[in-house]
């Protein structure tokens, strides 16, 4: 270990590391660590490059400016010499461009210069993924240049860099997937509840909040869900309870219904009470356990109608009679929402009918409502 980092040091850097992807700016704790340990003005890490048609993804130090990195991002990132380094090989800048030639350059004078950057240490990091990740360490002119030991030391940390890069790509894969589901639920108005091993709710969809607003039907109480009247409770409680004890027991995944009275009088829900399967090292309290799933017949399809048009070629009038159709009304109550006569109507829906290769209005429903139209 290096003289001017001890294990106790070096050991919570790399717990701030491997912390990284987990805080809402990636890496930032460890990043100025590393500043005040390497005593540099700034500690810049790109998980992304900017380039011609993307500007770059960059986490930089307290202290450094904004303007700094749009301006780098927009303009100056094209003459930058201190790219394309070795993969995974600490650097410096001075071994890339000689002090002269560095002090003559447009970058240095209009760039590296107003923000009193002279000395540049660094590192790449190429990921088997596809990840191109910079970390640029600086300080200024009057400052001392950086010698073996920074780079040594910065060097410790490279790998350790590497795959809590991996392990943030991963994290951001699962996130951006599950965002993805989630809406496409959404969409399809689907009101979802998770819950953990204790009965008590860890997550719910935009559809499930409306419906726990409404406090019609369902409601959330003290961190748990009550429904309908108290037999619907009892009834609920008892199919959770029987799924979480299927899930203990690694059994198969249980699936149970329930219908509920709203007090307003609209339309009963439907309740699918489901347990999650676990993977094979799940553990903690706080793992999904049971997923509730919230069906409202009252709730209209969502459905763009310019979607519907191009799915189905249809024209405009012939969608806004399909959207009204799927939504619940008769044909009679379409026409009058319409402002157009049952005749005209009927002809609206023989085209839809010959276009869709249908032949009865439940069906024509039947087929938007189910067709990917509703992820829209």
């Not at 010499?81 to 993969?87: E, H, I, T």
């Not at 090989?89 to 004078?109: P, W």
């Not at 699936?255 to 309740?271: F, H, K, M, T, Y």
């Not at 997923?291 to 969502?302: A, K, L, M, N």
Request: proline share 4%; net charge negative; hydrophobic share 40%.
């Amino acid at each position: 270990m290096l003289p001017s980092l001890s294990l106790d040091s070096f050991s919570e850097l790399v717990g701030q590391l491997y912390q990284g992807p987990l805080e809402n700016i990636p890496w930032v704790t460890f990043l100025n660590q590393l500043n005040l340990h390497l005593c540099s003005k700034y500690v810049t890490f790109i998980l992304r490059p900017p380039s011609a048609h993307v500007d770059g993804l960059m986490v930089n130090t307290t202290g450094s400016s904004t303007e700094t990195t749009a301006s780098y991002n927009k303009h100056f990132f094209a003459m930058d010499p201190f790219v394309d380094l070795p993969n995974r090989e600490v650097v410096t800048l001075a071994g890339y461009v000689s002090n002269d030639e560095l002090l003559q350059s447009e970058f240095y004078k209009n760039f590296l210069e107003p923000a009193d950057v002279f000395h540049i240490l660094g590192a790449d990091i190429n990921t088997c993924d596809g990840a191109q990740c910079r970390i640029r360490i600086s300080r200024g002119r009057s400052d001392k240049a950086f010698g073996d030991d920074e780079k040594q030391l910065l060097a410790r940390f490279i790998p350790h860099l590497e795959r809590s890069i991996k392990v943030h790509m991963q994290l951001n894969r699962i996130e951006t997937e599950r965002n993805l589901y989630a809406g496409a639920v959404d969409q399809m108005a689907v009101g979802t509840i998770i819950l953990d091993e204790t009965g008590k709710v860890l997550q719910t969809n935009q559809v499930a909040d409306r419906l726990i607003q409404e406090k019609d039907g369902i409601k959330l109480i003290n961190d748990g869900l009550q429904v309908g009247t108290a037999r619907d409770t009892q009834e609920f409680r008892r199919l959770v309870k029987q799924s979480l004890l299927s899930q203990k027991s690694s059994n198969p995944s249980v699936v149970e219904a329930l219908r509920v009275q709203r007090p307003s009088g609209r339309a009963d829900l439907g309740i699918i009470v489901r347990s999650v399967p676990l993977s094979a090292w799940s553990e903690g309290k706080q793992c999904p356990t049971v997923v509730i799933f919230i069906s409202d017949p009252e709730q209209q399809s969502s459905a763009p109608q310019e979607i519907v048009r191009a799915l189905f070629d249809f024209t405009p009038a012939e969608t806004q009679l399909a959207m009204l159709l799927a939504n619940g009304l008769t044909l009679d109550e379409a026409s009058e929402e319409l402002g157009i006569s049952r005749n005209t109507s009927r002809a609206h829906l023989r085209s839809t009918f010959s276009k869709t290769g249908v032949t009865r209005q439940t069906m024509l429903v039947r087929l938007i409502l189910r067709s990917v139209a509703t992820l829209g």
